[in-house]
């Protein structure tokens, strides 16, 4: 039998049928007598359809039979794996775990789309990431033949705007860095005595590094120490989103920041109160930039911020491509349009060549 146990603690079965690999979990099973058990019954109904004695597609298949699938699936090869656990929660949440898949229609997909624009108040972008994580969690159902039909296939995506690039100004800087230092006086509710806090200081290593390298949130938080190389200067990436290594030097305020930082765990930056690394911020750095009046700016901004800052200096995009590891040269370009001085710099260069303007 070809069934395993993974972490998580389910148990799973892979087997090659006729020249078609099939994988999936192995549902109510606590131990491996019960998932060979399992597998050998869907092994005999995977025979039977490819035989043609039954019909390939299940009757009646649950949004939580496919999201079994998927979270399988997601967990063993996407990066973005706690991320989607949240969007398929919405998704369970709107639609009902126990909903029957082979009844959604492409109109009650728009009704999804409408209410995540209504309700939940979401963005086009945001809302076709939804789309996205859907339509794989059908397709998968399709890839595995227990139901014929993607309703996705039928739907379109909404129009994503394409906003003017966010970045830090150095006075919205200031502001930021700040508000970080900022000493707040509470009251202690045990103690019922005042205490003088800081409740964003934690995050200023974070952001430092995020300014002074152009590393990704999800590089930050994975960083390890094994991955610092204070002896030759740099940072060295091997889970990067582009699935390619890349080097950073360490600058010399980044090595005097790495060197202040207790190590706790295998991991650079870590809650404290988990000694685990860190999975968001996203609730205290909107405080944050909310108090130090910051308007309309994402933690993803200050990698904006650097590549913007880097091409205003004039550093070759090529340079800037490699260091922020964007798989092509396109993505890199886009920071060029906010640097009016550069391009007038440019058109100058080329009438240094002519004397049509004596004419």
């Known amino acids: 039998m070809t069934t395993y146990k993974k972490k998580n603690g389910n148990w799973y079965y892979q087997f090659m049928l006729n020249g078609e690999r099939k994988h999936g979990l192995c549902a109510g099973a ?3 007598k019960e998932a060979d058990s ?3 019954a869907i092994k005999f109904r995977l025979e039977q359809q490819q035989n043609g004695v039954i019909p390939r597609e299940e009757k009646n298949v649950t949004l939580n039979r496919l999201w079994a ?5 997601a967990r063993n090869n996407k990066k973005s794996y706690n991320n989607d656990k949240y969007t398929v929660k919405i998704i369970l949440e709107y639609f009902g775990g126990g909903c029957i898949v082979q009844k959604i229609t492409p109109a009650d997909i728009e009704e999804f789309k409408e209410y995540l624009r209504t309700k939940r108040n979401v963005k086009n972008a945001t809302i076709n990431r939804y789309l996205e994580t859907l339509s794989k ?3 998968i159902g399709v890839d ?3 139901i014929s039909n993607n309703p996705l296939r039928k739907v379109t995506k909404l129009r994503e705007d394409n906003h003017k690039i966010r970045f830090l100004t150095i006075e919205e800087e200031k502001r930021l860095f700040s508000e970080i230092e900022r000493e707040y006086e509470v009251i202690d509710k045990y103690t019922r005595k005042k205490k003088i806090i800081q409740p964003y200081l934690y995050l200023k290593p974070i952001i430092i590094t995020a300014l002074l390298t ?4 999800g ?3 994975n960083l390890k120490w094994s991955n610092i190389d204070f002896e030759y200067g740099f940072i060295e990436l091997l ?3 582009s699935g390619k290594a890349r080097k950073i030097p360490l600058s010399e305020t980044i090595e005097n920041l790495l060197k202040n930082i207790e190590k706790t765990s295998e991991y650079v930056f870590v809650n404290p109160e988990t000694n685990q690394p860190y999975v968001d911020l996203k609730h205290s750095f909107t405080s944050l930039i909310k108090n130090a009046k910051i308007e309309n700016f994402r933690f993803h901004d200050l990698r904006h911020t650097v590549a913007t800052r880097l091409v205003e200096k004039g550093i070759d995009l090529l340079v800037v491509k490699e260091l922020l590891g964007h798989s092509n040269i396109e993505t890199t370009m886009r920071y060029a349009h906010p640097v009016p001085k550069r391009k007038r710099e440019a058109i100058d260069v080329l009438n240094s060549y002519t004397d049509l303007h004596n004419t």
Not at 69 to 73: G, P
């Open 30 to 32: 606590s131990d491996k």
């Open 38 to 40: 399992i597998e050998r």
């Open 69 to 73: 699938l998927y979270d399988s699936y």
């Open 137 to 139: 969690i059908f397709s």
């Open 144 to 146: 595995n033949e227990i």
């Open 214 to 217: 152009g590393m990704r949130r």
């Open 219 to 221: 590089e930050i938080f």
């Open 239 to 241: 889970d990067t989103k």
